[in-house]
């Protein structure tokens, strides 16, 4: 089990790509650097898109749970 | 042949070299709903992995940003003609393949909505947001008469020639052409 504190959930269930993408990237500068959000989605797209839009942008994917009609991410701002 | 003295030129070279930006260019230049929409979800989404996005609209493509409400004034017959015959806006594209006398550029608006697939007009407010910088070709809006004046509202719009887009192009990472 994760040793990470949730600090926010963003509900991002129904959205389709790139949107579950584009709307957590409009997050984070609200998000203190350090913390991990819990992000929901419903776009099969987001177990890949999550992992590669963190590598690409800097962020860390701490995990991917997907749950029968459900997933869920969790990112750590890095910087 | 001194290959030390070869090598070290070389590598001076090759670190004066400017790399591309993490900025990507496209080329806007078809008029169909599907190419648009294709245009759109890889701005917004270059734009959430950090990338500076500028797109060019160009031909057919400048069309699509025609906003519905605008009018421009001072036009010639044959500049009147095209702006009736061109779409007025991207709620008036259709579909490049399929679109069948409307039913299926209709059917394929009716699924985005039941799919939650975000619209154009939903997707030009989020890269207007992210900062994703829109040129209008000038010599297209001039062959066919459309004015910036006719345009949507978006935040960082302006019309611009080709120079303007190879210079940004030449500074990406990536370019594309759609």
């Not at chain 2, 605008?70 to 709620?91: C, T, V």
């Amino acid at each position: 089990m994760a040793d990470y504190e949730i600090k926010k959930t963003l509900d991002y269930k129904g959205l389709a790509c790139p949107m579950p993408i584009v709307k957590t990237s409009m997050e984070m500068p609200k998000i203190a650097v350090g913390d991990v959000v819990e992000i929901l989605s419903t776009d099969p797209g987001s177990i890949a898109d999550f992992p590669a839009w963190a590598r690409t942008t800097g962020q860390a994917v701490l995990e991917v749970k997907q749950e029968p009609g459900l997933i869920r991410i969790y990112v750590k701002r890095q910087k | 042949m001194d290959f030390e003295k070869e090598l070290l030129a070389l590598k001076q070279q090759v670190a004066d070299k400017p790399g591309p930006e993490n900025k990507l260019t496209m080329i806007v230049f078809s008029g169909e709903l599907d190419k648009h929409l294709a245009a759109l979800i890889i701005a917004t989404g270059a734009a959430a992995m950090g990338m500076k996005v500028v797109l060019f609209y160009t031909f057919w493509g400048t069309a699509a940003l025609r906003s519905p409400k605008k009018k421009a004034n001072g036009k010639n017959l044959i500049e009147k003609m095209f702006g009736i015959m061109l779409p007025r806006g991207n709620n008036k594209l259709i579909l490049s393949k399929m679109h069948t006398l409307g039913a299926g550029t209709a059917m394929i608006k009716g699924l985005m909505k039941k799919k939650h697939i975000a619209s154009l007009d939903e997707m030009y407010e989020m890269a207007g947001a992210l900062g994703v910088q829109i040129y209008v070709c000038e010599m297209s809006m001039d062959l066919m008469g459309m004015k910036m004046e006719e345009m949507i509202d978006y935040p960082n719009m302006r019309s611009a020639g080709v120079a303007t887009m190879l210079a940004d192009a030449k500074e990406s990472s990536v370019q594309f052409f759609i």
